[in-house]
């Protein structure tokens, strides 16, 4: 038995009613003042209700019973019974919750499904110092709060049209309950509730399925107490694959398929709703060549073009669909249409030619002058390929320019080339020249630029024409022979823009030549022999030569000459000129292929004046016989320098004297003395002095010997003499002071020599 806050004795049953007049301490109740109230109360399990006795406002019962009929039952029981604060409970009543009295009410927590039913309250209220019966009658009912619910579907995938139905549980809940139905695609996105699907009902039947059923869902289930959400379930809707859809970019349709320009990216999308989603295989031309939903071909090339089959499989439910496009690839012709311009009709008017072959489709090219409107493609002037127009030359200015433009679907800008139509200035320009060995002379004429080419033809003299006409060069190739000697030729030159044709002549001549006829050189100099061939290009190149006195040619190379050449000149030089042999008749020559010329030079190798003559003035031996020391003089005269020569003077008569050495070279002018060392005193010689101008030496001086050297005894006596005195100076000093320190042993010394 549970406790109030006062301790009571045991339960006694209903029997403890008989007391209620006694405990109203002897005072009578009122007659027909009994007051009997019934009502309803509601209650949700697991929470609190409160069970008034009487009205809220009055005062609390003095003594108050309660007891409680379960819904359908007929017999009461004691819930619990209480007087002021003294409270008993009956046991069981933990059946209806957690009961407690308070003040006559009846308080309930934790509330059960047990406590639904009547609860009846008796009570003795106090009055106006009465005592009132009151009787309290209260309908609980009790409402179970909804539990979470669970949908369950018929299948977790289904294919597209069958029936399919969501059923939505709930374990508990009072009832009348209310169900709600929320759908939210599986992309994301807000929840949305299915329309007429019968969505407010326990199950939610999708008769038929179809794709956009597919997605989460979730059931609400309401009732007066709360309401629940149940975790989402996915119903996957199995269908597929639709026909595919090709998307190709860059989108470029045509008649019967799709186009690209070649070597552009093309990117092949294939869309073919399906669930689950479809597995993609490319093929083309009937061979698989990419699986995947894009394929992209990088620079497509011209044979990629041809059909392009996407092929869609749903593998769950084993079906597949197909699409196919045709892909037509366009590319241009290789590199960029060729503008030219020929001469034609004698020279007379200008074919313009526009040329560009090959690509697909073939371009299309026109032309378009100065001052014409570009006409639009399929108008008249529209070739493909190939397009020539020919332009009359006297109704041309120089300088006008024509344009050739092309067009093509691989190419958005398209192309063009152009050209100009000019003269060139100036005139032609005409040379001569022979081949190895002057077998042949090729006669060449030139005239370059303009458009079109100048055409250059070659004639002679008298007008006839030689060989065929070219373009910007002519070459006429004739046989050397003595006969084209001083003869002249003539090109012509002619152009469709030029009313007059221009010229340039030519004449082929023997080669002439320029040099001074006489050359003068000072012995050991050097000679420079000029030579110049004079004349224009048709000299045909000539050879200069030279040649020597001795009609030898002078060839590179050799120590005595140097060769100089330059374009038009050939320069000898002789050096180290000696006197008279490099003196003489040189030869210049000059041979082309009609001929030769020849041009003789002299050349005068003078001496250098001969130095004046030299005496000798001193020549003596020093003391030693090793050297000698010579002194000469000399007039005015030119001179360079001197030489001393030497010999030896005393041979037996049957040998012949020796000839004259050089005992000094390359003495300056102003020297006029010498000394000569390197001498064998046991050998007597000989010497002379020249003196030299240049090259030119003049004549010896007298042969002289060298003198003896004079006698030089007096210096070596007077110096002997010096040092014996100062010796014996030393020796008389250390004598006195070896005396003066030794008085005791030679006392006759100190005193001859101290003595006072």
């Not at 070219?470 to 002249?488: H, N």
Request: aromatic share 6%.
């Amino acid at each position: 038995m549970e406790r109030g806050r006062a301790p009571l004795p045991p339960w006694r049953g209903p029997w403890i009613l008989c007391l209620l007049p006694a405990l109203a301490g002897g005072q009578p109740l009122a007659a027909g003042e009994v007051a009997y109230e019934e009502w309803r109360a509601t209650g949700v399990r697991g929470r609190a209700v409160e069970l008034s006795c009487g009205p809220v406002a009055a005062a609390p019962p003095a003594v108050v019973f309660w007891s409680f009929t379960p819904q359908g039952e007929g017999l009461p029981r004691a819930v619990a019974v209480g007087s002021g604060r003294e409270v008993a409970m009956a046991p069981g009543t933990g059946a209806l919750g957690r009961v407690t009295l308070r003040n006559g009410t009846l308080e309930l927590r934790e509330l059960r499904v047990a406590a639904q039913g009547r609860f009846l309250c008796q009570g003795l209220f106090p009055e106006r110092g009465r005592l009132r019966v009151g009787y309290a009658a209260i309908l609980l009912r009790v409402l179970v709060p909804v539990s979470k619910p669970f949908v369950r579907p018929t299948a977790a995938a289904a294919a597209e049209g069958a029936a399919v139905a969501l059923t939505c549980t709930v374990r508990e809940g009072t009832e009348p309950l209310s169900f709600s139905w929320q759908h939210q695609d599986p992309r994301g996105g807000p929840s949305i509730t299915p329309a007429g699907l019968g969505g407010s009902r326990a199950e939610l039947q999708l008769t038929p399925a179809n794709r956009s059923h597919t997605g989460w869902y979730i059931c609400t289930v309401h009732n007066e107490v709360n309401n629940h959400t149940s975790d989402p379930v996915y119903l996957d809707i199995v269908y597929g694959p639709d026909e595919p859809a090709i998307r190709v970019e860059p989108f470029s349709p045509e008649q019967g398929g799709f186009s690209a320009g070649e070597r552009e990216d093309v990117v092949l999308s294939c869309l073919a709703p399906s669930n689950p989603p479809s597995r993609y295989v490319w093929l083309h031309n009937g061979s698989q060549v990419h699986i995947g939903q894009t394929y992209v071909i990088t620079a497509i090339a011209r044979a990629q073009a041809g059909t392009y089959t996407c092929l869609a499989e749903n593998s769950h439910l084993q079906t597949r669909t197909q699409a196919t496009i045709v892909l037509t690839v366009y590319y241009p012709p290789a590199g960029s249409p060729s503008c030219s311009a020929l001469a034609s009709d004698d020279q007379r008017d200008v074919a313009l030619r526009c040329r560009w072959l090959g690509g697909f489709p073939l371009a299309r090219l026109r032309w378009v002058g100065p001052q014409e409107e570009e006409e639009e493609e399929g108008l008249m002037g529209t070739s493909f390929s190939m397009a020539t127009r020919i332009q009359p030359g006297a109704a041309t200015r120089n300088g006008s320019s024509f344009s050739c433009l092309a067009s093509h679907p691989a190419l958005p800008l398209g192309a063009a080339c152009g050209t100009t139509l000019w003269v060139p200035s100036g005139s032609p320009s005409c040379a001569a020249a022979a081949t190895r060995g002057d077998e042949y002379v090729m006669l060449r004429c030139r005239w370059e630029g303009g458009t079109p080419l100048v055409t250059l033809s070659w004639r002679d003299s008298a007008g006839r024409t030689l060989g065929d006409p070219a373009a910007s060069t002519a070459v006429l190739v004739l046989s050397t022979d003595g006969s084209l000697g001083g003869r002249e030729f003539v090109c012509v030159a002619a152009h469709p823009l030029r009313a007059a044709a221009a010229e340039c002549r030519l004449r082929l001549e023997i080669p002439e030549l320029e040099a001074e006829s006489e050359v003068a050189v000072l012995e050991g100099g050097e000679a420079q022999l000029a030579c110049r061939h004079r004349g224009s290009s048709a000299s045909l190149g000539a050879t200069v030569a030279w040649y020597d006195p001795k009609e030898r040619q002078v060839t590179p190379g050799l120590a005595k000459y140097r060769l100089e050449q330059g374009e038009a000149w050939v320069n000898l030089t002789v050096r180290d000129a000696e006197w008279p042999g490099d003196s003489g008749i040189y030869r210049c020559t000059a041979t082309n292929a009609v001929g030769t010329a020849s041009l003789p030079v002299r050349l005068r190798v003078d001496r250098y004046p001969a130095p004046p003559n030299v005496t000798i003035s001193k020549l003596r031996y020093t003391r030693a016989r090793t050297e000698v020391r010579l002194e000469w003089r000399t007039g005015a005269g030119n001179l360079t320098g001197f030489v001393v020569q030497r010999r030896q003077t005393k041979k037996p008569l049957r040998e012949s004297p020796s000839p004259w050495e050089t005992a000094a070279g390359d003495i300056e002018p102003h020297s006029r003395d010498r000394r000569l060392g390197g001498l064998d005193p046991a050998v007597l010689y000989a010497f002379r002095v020249l003196a030299v101008n240049h090259r030119t030496a003049g004549h010896p001086s007298e042969v002289q010997t060298p003198a003896e050297p004079p006698f030089e005894a007096y210096p070596a006596v007077t110096g002997a003499a010096v040092a014996g005195m100062l010796v014996a100076t030393a020796a008389s000093l250390l004598a006195v002071h070896c005396i003066a320190r030794h008085r005791e042993t030679l006392p006759r010394l100190h005193d001859l020599l101290f003595r006072t």
